[in-house]
């Protein structure tokens, strides 16, 4: 047993209704319990579609579990083939129907449909959603594919090169973060050098369309948490090349462009070249765009403009799926000049990989599916930004701290209805505005750390939000009388970090304390109180506040 209150994820069974809900002539056959139909409203309100998902629930009640449970299973999938006619059924159990154990899959299959019937093995007390999807996926192509593999070590027939070159493009589902402007862009930047798009799936497509995955040059591997294992199998079964860069953020997408050059042997050179050109030039009304390189990112220059100097070094902490965790943390501190001061991921499978870039900026990731774990860490970092998911939202509203969402969990308004891919060249124009967006502004910062007195811009007010200072949603005394908070910031005490245990702060200690920006003031005072209780100090002055400082910044 294990106390949760948020998870990050659904169970595997969410992952499988996933991969159906994005494709066309498939259904989903769910032993299920009476109530388990609530996961329609993820993709009916969040993802705001307009039809119901393609799940037939078997629904059984308590008073079902003294009769047949496995005719109901039966009766489900007769009905449901009849009804809906598709072409592949997928047919699997809930966590609940898992322990009455009807092998719904097995039953399903000997009732000789004349479709393929694909049964799913979840676990669900072991494994979660993004498993669950990526072995939907895994099984509903081999199923499939089985038939027309070729014997093994059969070499891939040479691309004419007349013909340009092909790709599957594997991994975007329902309810994937962003993937529905993710599939536009990608496809974008694969016409910009030449290649053609065979299959997308299972994102929009057919039973159809995956028997026409073999037809493809090879693979591009987009959501890896969906799509490795399929990927991989594909290039063992048909040698079809896997491409692994996911193109998130300026670099990430110049390598994924050359790593495709490489894979189809095709010239990628001028693409690389127009993607580092000055992406500013002038504005040409008559054209509507930026005229020297539409098809260029606007981050490298943003990001190097003069505005952008007071973002160096602000301390980022960032939590999500490994692939989006992985794709922050290189933008993050390779495009934006952010410092790392940590990062985790709920996808144990990529644990090694984010392990890998944690140890590289001399951290410990965090892997861990416990959102009291990942708070703790937040506080205990003291970051000036926190980039998450919709549970780090809530955990960075509780400290006070700036946050947007890279990763799912999401909620509705993570699928909005403007353009707003990850990846690719806007995509990263998207990243640049959304995570900027929650900091203070530069000019205001630097005028809040001048003058701490002002009635209105006090301590934590950041105007372009409508925001009130970080303590007044912080400190209960302020929430019952809200006209005070200007003048109770004087005397709260950012409490970012863990207060350590018989430690005091003298008068001039904390005064001078509150002269250090609200942002970074947390990690010096924890920084402080760790230093002095290393010394065995137990009252901090203003002496010790600089010893401190003078010891850390050596
Ligand atoms: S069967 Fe699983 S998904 Fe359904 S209500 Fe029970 S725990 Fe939740």
Redesign the pocket.
Known sequence: MELTLWTYE??P?VGAMRIATGMEGVHYVLH??Q??TY?DLLFTMIERRDRRPPVTYTTFQARDLGGDTAEMVKTSVRDAYERFKPQVMLVGE????ELIQDQPGSLAKGMNLPIPIVSLELP?YSKKENWGASETLYHLVRTLLLPVVPPPNTPRPKRDPQLRPKANIIGPTALGFRCRDDIREVIKLLAEIGVDVNVVAPMGATPDDLLRIPDADFNICLYPEIALTTCTWLQRSFAQPTIKTVPIGVGATRDFIAEIGKVADIDVSEALKRSQSDTLGNWDVSRLSTAANPNASRLPWYSRSVDSTYLTGKRVFIFGDATHALAAARIATEELGFTLVGIGTYSREFAREVREVAKKHGLEAVISDDYLAVEAKVAEAAPELVLGTQMERHIAKRLGIPCAVISAPIHVQDVPARYSPQMGWEGANVIFDSWVHPLMMGLEEHLIGMFKEDFEFAEGHMSHLHTAPAQELRSPESAIAPTVHAVSNQAVLTPLAQEVEGITWSADGEAELKKIPFFVRGKIKRNTEKFASDRGITSITVETLYEAKAAIGK
């Open positions: 659904g169970p069974h299920a319990p109530g388990d996961a809930s966590c609940t129907a669900a």
